[in-house]
């Protein structure tokens, strides 16, 4: 099949692992890197062996078919806009957006020039993820009627050089690792209906814990201790505990209980680990796996060992789509209402309310071994 040029706008952290692994797959030609900061994208370029453009010559590169936005979530909107209005298909990183009026203008924009958008989180693709999703699938574990999802530990600032952003506006525990655990949540269990809870910040201020600017203090302007109950289309009640004010805990990431049993999601952060299944009060077991090419470990991780990591699954699915005419799985409409479920808790807290959800989704099309096979090299 013929490759899509892809391009990226935002030289940080994470592009080198974009660079790193679009290789891996067969739709992707990683072909140029542009950022305001031509320091920054001259060295990825030299690094990775792509070229370095600035913002607007990427833009309109002709051998450039897609491009992914790895800017600060605050400039996505205006990013992901400049790339439509030129005519190419988008990739954001997570989040999408950070208010349902710039989702909706998105989507808009990207149905009249008949352009393809698509949004991380792609972890959901992962073995972990997919193995949890047959095993619901399958039905020996009844109708999902309720479950816990938690992401909680003490912040960025002990080990980021610079975590300003992570306390203000747009970030947050929320805005920042819930989608994650949302989109993993809609892919297992289906659209949400509305949603309530209760927000707090516990510090005004955090210290930064390392770096040159070790011992500076960065002002908290957005909710870092949030707890929301979700009701999901289907009638399930999931618990949702999202803080950066929790120094120890004992939950799991992700427990789903079923009519006929309950089964336990590792974190949704990576596309491996362990997942386990109980039939009614039966004893807790490791599901079996089913050799998903997703679930395979790549990398080494000096905190967490031998990970699997296929960020860019997504994008190579896009990409195949955007070849074969199908929807891909990592689409706007699971983006969208995936940001108004995220701004729809913040929103509850702020308010002491319940927030009915104005938009749905399908659940993404299940990715088997075989379909994941095929999107690699």
């Not at 453009?53 to 990013?79: F, G, M, Q, S």
């Not at 439509?84 to 298909?89: C, S, Y």
């Not at 201020?205 to 289309?233: K, M, S, W, Y």
């Not at 990592?330 to 983006?335: R, T």
Request: net charge negative.
């Amino acid at each position: 099949m013929k490759k899509l040029g892809v391009g990226i706008i935002g030289c940080g952290n994470i592009s080198a692992a974009y660079l790193r692994l679009g290789p891996l797959f067969r739709a992707l030609d990683m072909r140029a890197v542009a950022d305001i900061n031509m320091e920054a994208a001259n060295a990825r370029a030299e690094e990775f062996g792509v070229r370095a453009h600035t913002v607007e010559d990427l833009l309109a590169a002709d051998d450039i078919d897609v491009i992914v936005n790895l800017t600060i979530p605050a400039a996505h909107y205006e990013v992901s806009t400049r790339i439509l209005e030129a005519g190419k298909h988008a990739y954001s990183e997570k989040p999408l957006v950070l208010t349902l009026e710039e989702g909706e203008a998105l989507r808009s924009l990207a149905s009249s020039k008949n352009l393809r958008i698509g949004s991380a989180p792609d972890t959901f693709l992962g073995g972990a993820h997919q193995l949890a999703r047959a095993a619901i699938d399958e039905g020996g574990l009844g109708k999902i009627v309720g479950g816990t999802a938690h992401v909680m530990n003490h912040g960025m600032e002990n080990w980021h050089p610079n975590p300003d952003f992570f306390f203000q506006p747009g970030a947050g525990p929320i805005l920042d690792l819930g989608p994650y655990y949302i989109t993993n949540l809609i892919q297992l269990i289906g659209p949400v209906a509305r949603v309530t809870a209760m927000a707090a910040a516990t510090w005004p201020e955090r210290t930064i814990g390392n770096g040159p600017r070790e011992g500076q203090t960065v002002p908290v302007d957005t909710p870092t201790n949030i707890h929301g109950i979700l009701e999901f289309a289907n009638g399930a009640l999931v618990t949702l505990g999202a803080s950066w004010d929790v120094w120890s805990h004992g939950h799991y990431n992700m427990e789903l209980y079923g009519e006929n049993g309950s089964i336990f999601v590792p974190d949704p952060n990576f596309f491996g680990g362990k997942v386990e299944i109980t039939e009614r009060d039966g004893d807790r077991t490791e599901v079996p796996g089913r050799e998903h090419p997703f679930g395979v470990p790549n990398q080494d991780h000096p905190k967490h060992g031998a990970l699997a990591n296929y960020r860019c699954a997504g994008l190579a699915d896009m990409a195949e789509g955007i070849a074969s005419g199908r929807k891909h799985r990592c689409d706007i409409d699971l983006a969208v209402h995936a940001v108004e479920v995220m701004t729809g808790i913040l929103r509850a807290a702020e308010e002491k309310s319940f927030v009915e959800m104005t938009t749905t989704c399908e659940r993404p099309e299940a990715l088997s071994p075989k379909d994941a096979a095929k999107l690699l090299a």
